[in-house]
């Protein structure tokens, strides 16, 4: 009977449903009428809700109808029977036998799965869908759509190729230009290297003018009796502006001897023809001989550092052409003068210093482990304001002061310090006050800041605020009251010898490891931390640093202030690295030590910046090249140890005399060298 009543179209309500359907896709695929498709809408959400199994309250599959005309899933509804013998919708007496397949809704649920496959479906999976269930199609529809799916290949095929030809043109035009780019800079440096290795020739002949001169002036002289009274004078006035005049130049020729090899011969001859010459003039062949071997060697330096010295060269060369640009009145005084193009006097400058040492030579040795302590790492080494006295520290517990001028002139096994004074903990570091001779200050394991008067050898003044052990201390250059601190508590503080109270203090997000004064400005700090970042405070408003220089892979253990402008900073990532404050730019990176876990040192000159190592080396930088200047190893000859036992030091503190090519190194053994650097 229900079978028959969802058979009649025109009378059943559950056959409404089907034409409803029928006209819902009529009105999508055809008319496209919004309300149809609404009316259609509601239609097929009714539909659904009528769908749906009782059992499971999805929509049906595989349709079985009941005695009592419930439709049920098949498995829903035998696994019912299974356990109870009646309808789950009337309750009326239900078995297996009583189950019958429900036709009628298979297909309509077949039909309205695909349309609901549709509604997400992409047109393929819609067209294969319409052939799998059997849309029969004449051989000139399908013909139809096989022209219509070949053609709209083609427009694919086309649009593709296009874009593809786009993109290969945008590629080209873009290297084109970045070539025109490259080979307009190249062209710019050939004009800049062509106008140098010009300039360089005229002052090279220029030289050899003076040179010419000179020698003939003596010789005459050497022949006149009468002149031998006054000679000497007249030999003092013209070598002293002819060998200034050399030496100032004596860069520039580097560079140019790689290009200028018309000079070189005509030099060549000359130094032939005028050998009776330089003999006459003092110049002994051995001393001549002895200058050709250290140029030489300077050359050798200069190809094995070329790349460094090359791109040091352009951009010092570039950022002078651009400075002359804008007319600035210094520069263009300095190309009249010299007689060198803009940043070509400055490349000569770095030529000349990175050339003139290649090595550290040991001028003396002094040994600070004291007989009844087992550890004997110095920490700290610091000269006094004049260079004449020089403190270190340690894990002793000691600040130890000697003189200078002692240690280097006066050998000894064992030296003596003039001054010692016994600390409570072990210390970190230690600051010479630049204007008060006598006052230093240090800081320790236990946080504690001190201020010690070297010649009373008594604490001036002690600071407790710290919390943890305190790494670093410094005292400001142009204000000799102010110093300043860091530690493991994450603070930095500012101090003043007339409080007993820190006068400012900034607190941070991780350990402190350095801080250092602007040595033109007692304002502005820089602090090198555990977060691999190095921060720049203006004192005035703490809130937020001024700068973050951001670089290095691992913790900031020390800074150091080349210049007002210049920084450079070490780190436990095996470099170095220098930027400029006032730009706010990393200028270069140094590598070629070992640094991973230890404080090795750091010291900086105008020109050089050198570094412990932990393979117990030190290293010297020249500010522009990248690679390491010269170097020295703490040998087995200062160990006491086994050669196996040797390679468990590292350097542990450095520090320069002033400007001068003087260096004290102490390695984590105690033993402490002055340096000298040589040819």
């Known amino acids: 009977m229900l079978m028959l009543m969802m058979g009649e179209t025109n009378t059943s309500s559950v056959g409404d449903v089907v034409p409803s359907v029928k006209e819902e896709a009529k009105a999508v695929v055809a008319s496209g009428d919004d309300g149809n498709v609404g009316f259609a809408g509601e239609a097929a959400e009714v539909l659904d809700k009528d769908l749906l199994c009782p059992i499971c309250m999805q929509i049906m599959k595989d349709a079985f109808l009941t005695a009592c005309g419930h439709s049920f899933c098949y498995m829903c509804i035998a696994t ?18 009583q189950l019958f397949p429900n036709f009628l809704l298979n297909k309509l649920l077949k039909k309205t799965t695909v349309r609901q496959i549709a509604k997400t479906a992409s047109p393929v999976e819609l067209l294969r869908l319409t052939l799998q269930q059997g849309c029969e199609l004449s051989v000139k529809e399908l013909d139809g759509l096989l022209s219509l799916l070949a ?24 290297l084109r230009k970045q070539k025109l780019d490259e080979l307009h800079e190249v062209q710019t440096d050939l004009q800049y290297i062509k106008e140098d290795i010009n300039a360089v020739e005229k002052r090279r002949i220029e030289l050899y003018r003076v040179r010419e001169r000179y020698s003939m002036k003596l010789r005459t002289l050497l022949d006149d009796p009468m002149a031998t009274k006054v000679w000497p004078s007249s030999i003092d006035k013209h070598s002293s502006g002819s060998i200034s005049s050399a030496r100032s130049a004596q860069g520039g020729t580097c560079s140019g001897n790689f290009q200028n090899k018309k000079v070189d011969m005509k030099f060549q001859g000359g130094s032939q023809g005028h050998q009776r010459k330089d003999t006459s003039s003092g110049l002994e062949p051995q001393s001549v001989l002895s200058q050709s071997g250290l140029a030489v060697a300077r050359k050798k330096k200069v190809h094995a550092q070329f790349t460094d010295l090359q791109e040091c060269y352009l951009q010092k060369r570039r950022h002078g052409a651009n400075q002359l640009l804008k007319k600035e009145e210094k520069d263009v005084i300095t190309f009249n003068q010299e007689g060198y193009h803009a940043g070509l006097g400055d490349f000569q400058s770095v030529l000349t210093t990175f050339t003139r040492y290649s090595r550290l030579r040991v001028i003396a040795e002094l040994r600070h482990a004291d007989l009844f302590q087992s550890a004997n790492i110095v920490s700290s080494i610091e000269f006094d304001r004049d260079d004449e006295l020089f403190a270190t520290a340690g894990v002793s517990r000691r600040i130890k002061v000697f003189e200078f001028s002692t240690v280097v002139n006066e050998p000894a096994d064992v030296h003596c310090p003039v001054v010692e004074m016994s600390t409570r903990s072990k210390l970190s570091c230690l600051s010479w006050n630049k204007y008060t001779k006598n006052h230093i200050a240090s800081s320790d394991y236990e946080g504690i800041v001190t201020v010690w008067d070297v010649t009373t050898q008594q604490s001036v003044m002690e600071y407790e605020e710290h919390e943890k052990r305190a790494w670093t201390v410094d005292f400001s250059r ?10 493991d508590d994450c603070k930095v503080k500012v101090w003043c010898t007339k409080q007993e109270a820190s006068v400012l203090n900034i607190d941070m997000k991780a350990n402190i490891c350095c801080v250092k004064y602007n040595p ?59 930027w400029d404050v006032n730009e706010n730019s990393a200028v270069r990176a140094f590598r070629g030590h070992m640094n991973e876990k230890n404080f090795v040192g750091l010291t900086v000159n105008r020109e050089y910046i050198a570094c412990g190592s932990e393979t117990n080396e030190v290293f010297v930088y020249h500010k522009a090249i990248s690679r390491p200047a010269a170097g020295h190893r703490f040998g087995s000859s ?39 650097l040589s040819a």
């Open 80 to 97: 019912h029977l299974n356990h109870k013998n009646d309808c789950p919708c009337c309750s009326h007496h239900l078995t297996t036998s």
């Open 478 to 487: 142009t204000d000799p009251s102010m110093l300043v601190s860091g530690s």
């Open 520 to 578: 033109g400005s007692s304002i502005y700090v820089a602090v090198g931390s555990a977060d691999h970042h190095i921060h720049y405070y203006d004192l005035r408003n703490t809130s937020a640093p001024v700068h973050v220089f951001n670089g290095h892979r691992k913790a900031v253990s020390y800074v150091k202030f080349l210049s007002t402008s210049e920084l450079a900073s070490a780190s436990t990532d095996n470099t170095l690295r220098l």
């Open 151 to 174: 053609e709209k290949k083609r427009k694919m095929e086309q649009e593709e190729a296009e874009t593809n030809m786009q993109i290969l043109l945008d590629f080209l035009q873009c």
């Open 638 to 676: 200062d160990l006491d140890d086994t050669e196996e036992d040797a390679g468990s030091y590292f350097i542990s503190a450095v520090c320069w005399k002033s400007d001068s090519p003087t260096m004290l190194a102490a390695n984590s053994q105690g033993t402490i060298k002055v340096l000298v």
